[in-house]
């Protein structure tokens, strides 16, 4: 049997909107287990993103429960919680989110100095992870002299940086053309291959082919999985 | 990456925006400087003037102080005899100042006179030429502008008239002096014409020498931690006189200035207080422009110390940078503040307001930073409070 990596049971998230109340998850319940490529699709507003980021432990069900390995976030300090998304959980956004004023390599090693590690291992890891992702030429370039395409690879470099359990990406083609979505298509079919698990939010249908698993998000309930 | 050069990294963004902002903190430090090195340094000049020959006891007739050519003492020499024989003193000189006229052509000029004891003075530096000799009574030294007005150089022979006193309607004494010395008089003030002559002279040329008159009487101790002791015990010997120490001048001065002081601590307030505004404004728009990317390093777990550690930085390197050209600003401004203030009528060319000292420089620099850390609390608050999920959602909408 599998190895459960991410458990989410009965979640609940509901927002208060204009005095009103949105329930963007109505009782989700999960579960990825390790090396799986899960993509969550569904129309705008169904809830995929919220899922993603109750997932991630970056915000906090209304009701219901997430295990990572084991561990339940919702018993977890904000340090703790913290500390879990550095070391076991990796980031991929829409908007890449990279710091300007740092190069490629800087970026994909601020994880890794965050988390302690020495500068010649970070630097020596930051340039393995940007060949990974296709470039070697471009360590030493500032993220604002990147092509969208090279700031989403950079970006997944950053998310791959402390070797994390599981991948979390929300809309990672969201921003680029068709051309080079694919390639970043391509680049999580290869993550995956090597032994990462990816959990994916999006619209691309191309990049939800590649996964081995689609769930189908409606109205912030599971239409299908 | 360290803090600091995260700090540059930062404010490197907007280029203008930093440049802008350094320049305003730069000019409020210049502010906070030049009003710290005045609030002490009018105090710390006054005592350096009075002490810079070493003398540090001033003996007056009552009410005289700091110097009055109309009031003086008499019966000098005994004075001082009395004073030399205490072997707690290591010098003690008279000092009478009188109003002369010297005579340039068919010009009579107006001078201030000083006999001085040249082997026990406090009064002038030599720059040129020989100081006097003590029996010298044919000698006369000459302040720079004394010597221009009256076209006289070393060696040459001046005439030198006592003023007509228009109460009793005497003719001035006139004494033809030879230049012996070109001084500069430490307590004239700027472009003032002086003269000095050895006492006897002077008493002759003020008609104070049946008295045997002087202004002022100036005592040197031999040990600096006895002065104190020293003024207790004349003030006992000499109960007619005013006797006062240094000390005491510099307590008389800032009591006297206490508005002026107040003043500066004011107007140092307030350049704090804009250096702080400056700073939390900038750091303030800083924060609200990258709440998505602080939301986004918190989401890929950096911790709040590490966002708070970074907003700090950005203000001490603000601060910093601002410190360093408001410093060298503040020096140049004290500068020409100096020049100007110390160009008053009445004023010691050689006093300073803005007198820059290692203490007051550091003291500056500490009450900057501490400004610097107060201006990041807010901002490193809103950064380490920043919602990552709502920001996160905001941000793709």
């Known amino acids: 049997m599998s190895e459960p990596i991410l458990v989410a049971r009965e979640l609940q998230k509901d927002y208060p909107m204009n005095g009103e109340t949105v329930h963007a998850l109505r009782g989700v319940s999960l579960r990825i287990d390790r090396g799986e490529y899960v993509a969550i699709v569904g129309p705008s507003g169904c809830g995929k993103s919220t899922l993603l980021q109750l997932l991630g432990g970056i915000d906090v069900a209304s009701s219901g429960s997430v295990e990572l390995l084991g561990t339940r976030l919702d018993t977890l300090s904000d340090r703790e919680l913290t500390h879990l998304r550095l070391t076991r959980l990796g980031f991929v956004f829409q908007r890449f989110h990279l710091l300007p004023v740092l190069s490629a390599r800087e970026n994909v090693e601020l994880p890794m100095a965050e988390a302690g590690l020495r500068p010649a291992e970070r630097r020596l890891r930051a340039r393995e992870l940007l060949e990974y992702v296709g470039l070697g030429s471009r360590v030493e370039h500032r993220a604002t002299q990147l092509s969208g395409g090279e700031m989403q690879r950079v970006a997944i470099a950053r998310a791959l940086a402390n070797r994390p359990a599981v991948l979390l990406a929300d809309e990672p083609t969201g921003e680029l053309d068709a051309g080079t979505g694919q390639e970043i298509v391509e680049l999580f079919r290869r993550v995956n291959r090597d032994g990462s698990t990816l959990v994916v939010v999006t619209h691309d249908d191309h990049l939800a082919r590649e996964a081995s698993r689609v769930v189908h998000l409606l109205d912030g309930r599971i239409r299908s999985d | ?397």
């Open chain 2, 1 to 397: 990456m360290s803090a600091l050069a995260w700090g540059m990294k930062s404010l490197a963004r907007h280029p203008l925006r930093s440049l802008l902002s350094l320049a305003g903190i730069a000019v409020a430090a210049a502010m906070l400087l030049d009003m710290v090195m005045l609030s002490g340094g009018i105090d710390q000049s006054f005592a350096q003037l009075l002490l810079s020959r070493g003398y540090q006891i001033r003996l007056s007739p009552k009410g005289t102080l700091p110097f009055d050519t109309e009031a003086s003492l008499r019966g000098t020499s005994a004075i001082l005899a009395s004073l030399r024989r205490d072997p707690a003193i290591d010098a003690a000189g008279a000092v009478l100042g009188a109003s002369l006229y010297g005579r340039s052509g068919d010009t009579l000029i107006t001078l201030v006179g000083y006999g001085i004891q040249p082997q026990a003075q406090a009064l002038y530096q030599v720059t040129a030429g020989n100081d006097l000799e003590s029996g010298d009574t044919l000698g006369v030294l000459l302040s720079e502008p004394a010597a221009q007005l009256l076209k006289a150089g070393l060696g040459d022979s001046i005439s030198l008239l006592g003023r007509l006193d228009p109460q009793v309607a005497v003719a001035g004494i006139a004494r033809r002096l030879v230049v012996r010395g070109m001084v500069r008089f430490v307590y004239d003030y700027r472009g003032q014409p002086s003269v000095g002559t050895v006492l006897a002279t002077m008493q002759r040329l003020a008609r104070g020498d049946a008295e045997d008159r002087a202004s002022l009487i100036v005592v040197k101790v031999r040990d600096d931690r006895a002065v104190e002791r020293v003024a207790a015990g004349l003030r006992q010997r000499f109960p007619r006189l005013e006797i006062f120490s240094v000390a005491d001048l510099v307590a008389h001065f800032r009591e006297r200035l206490v508005y002026f002081r107040q003043l500066s601590y004011i107007l140092g307030s307030m350049s704090l207080v804009v250096a702080v505004l400056l700073i939390a404004t900038l750091l303030t728009i800083t924060v609200n422009e990258r709440l998505g990317e602080i939301a986004t390093l918190r989401a890929i777990g950096v911790s709040r110390a590490t966002i708070v550690r970074q907003v700090f930085a950005e203000g001490a390197v603000l601060t910093l940078l601002g410190a360093t050209l408001g410093i060298l600003l503040g020096l140049v401004t004290a500068h020409y503040l100096d020049a100007i203030l110390t160009s008053f009528p009445g004023l010691p060319a050689s006093f300073s307001f803005f007198v820059p000292r290692a203490n007051t420089l550091s003291r500056a620099g500490v009450i900057l930073a501490l400004t610097g850390s107060v201006a990041g609390l807010y901002p490193a608050w809103l950064a380490a409070r920043a919602p990552i999920a709502a920001t996160l959602r905001a941000e793709a909408t």
